[in-house]
């Protein structure tokens, strides 16, 4: 009986945004190319963007794979194993899923990596962080059996030195922002590290493995807003996880001192891209002020939850003069001379009112 090969993709954690230009990613499609050469299978897993990118990968390529789950309990290994396959239109003739189970998020990771390195007949290291976790597992195989790792396609260990945060200064404020007239209620968007979503994680691996820069950036997520026509509720950080859409009165020139790196979350809490609605229209499409209490006292009970905010105890929520929409909402019935956009940039303002027919004004003057 011939027993194919069974082969792993070793990558430590990388930084948040890559493009097919990153060394990693790169070297990553070089590996899965070896692999579908040598008719191999491949082991791979999910939650990580190293992982994942292997995932895609196989699929596109057409590799067998087994998808190593770390999971909770059997209920979320069927919920993650049912998205998976949704997400990266997975072949199902062509894959396997297996679970490990832990309640620690640290622990269950270990035992993935230590299950994928053990039980795979080759190992193909590409960007290992020295004496991490993952090299121990490495060095152990190597010993162990020697004709067990692949190099060729290994590359140094980087750190994660592409600078993500920025700082948005006031004092090259663009006149049309500063004189703008407080009559909008504003969205704020930011770079995505992960799918938006509007699009699968097979879309969003696509155009990682296309793109020279980072496709999620946060011009690229407005005019994904443009182009769908519509705000996505989301329930992260809401009260009791009902999904809405967030909105600051804010004048544009006063948020700008808000938009700041957030490294507890690893993103800016906003960047200087958004849409704004004007704030009678946006009253008539069901868009209204949070009501922000003292979170010592107790919560009001005739406003609906999804209105009210806590003041903070580390940050003062009232600073962002918050608006809601309960749900998804759809720009594409708003008249356009209602609508006004924002971009950091002149070139990146023209571009943008050119291409949607939105008034837009750039945040900053060159």
Not at 204 to 230: V, W
Request: hydrophobic content about 35%.
């Amino acid at each position: 009986m011939n027993v194919t090969a069974t082969c792993a993709i070793l990558i430590s954690r990388q930084g948040l945004h890559p493009c097919r230009l990153t060394a990693w990613v790169s070297q990553t499609h070089k590996a899965i190319q070896w692999v579908k050469a040598n008719h191999f299978n491949l082991c791979t897993s999910l939650g990580q963007t190293t992982w994942e990118l292997t995932v895609f990968l196989a699929q596109k390529e057409g590799l067998h794979q087994r998808i190593v789950i770390p999971s909770k309990n059997p209920d979320d290994f069927e919920c993650q194993k049912n998205r998976a396959v949704e997400q990266f239109q997975l072949d199902m003739k062509r894959v396997q899923f297996q679970a490990v189970f832990s309640n620690d998020p640290k622990s269950v990771f270990y035992l993935r990596d230590y299950k994928i390195v053990s039980e795979s007949d080759i190992l193909i290291p590409i960007s290992v962080r020295n004496k991490g976790h993952m090299d121990t597992l490495m060095s152990k195989k190597h010993k162990d059996n020697p004709d067990a790792l692949m190099k060729a396609f290994q590359i140094d260990y980087q750190k994660k030195n592409s600078r993500i945060a920025y700082h948005v200064t006031a004092d090259k404020r663009s006149q049309e922002i500063v004189h703008l007239s407080p009559e909008y209620l504003i969205h704020w968007t930011r770079a995505s590290n992960t799918p938006w979503p509007t699009e699968t994680k097979s879309d969003y691996f696509e155009s990682i493995m296309q793109d020279k820069c980072y496709p999620r950036h946060a011009l690229a997520t407005l005019e994904n807003i443009l182009t769908t026509g519509r705000l996505i509720a989301s329930d992260r950080h809401m009260p009791q996880k009902i999904a809405t859409v967030s909105f600051s009165a804010l004048p544009p020139h006063k948020a700008m001192s808000l938009m700041h790196w957030r490294a507890r979350y690893r993103q800016m809490s906003f960047e200087p891209y958004g849409i704004g609605i004007e704030k009678r229209y946006a009253s008539m499409i069901g868009i209204h002020a949070v009501h922000y209490y003292d979170r010592l006292k107790k919560k009001p009970g005739h406003i609906d939850p999804w209105l009210c905010q806590s003041t903070g105890t580390l940050s003062n929520w009232t600073l962002e003069q918050e608006y809601r929409c309960l749900g998804d909402l759809n720009l594409s019935g708003i008249p356009s001379e209602k609508l006004i956009c924002f971009c950091y940039q002149k070139d990146e303002a023209e571009n943008i009112q050119q291409k949607f027919g939105i008034k837009t004004l750039e945040m900053v003057r060159n």
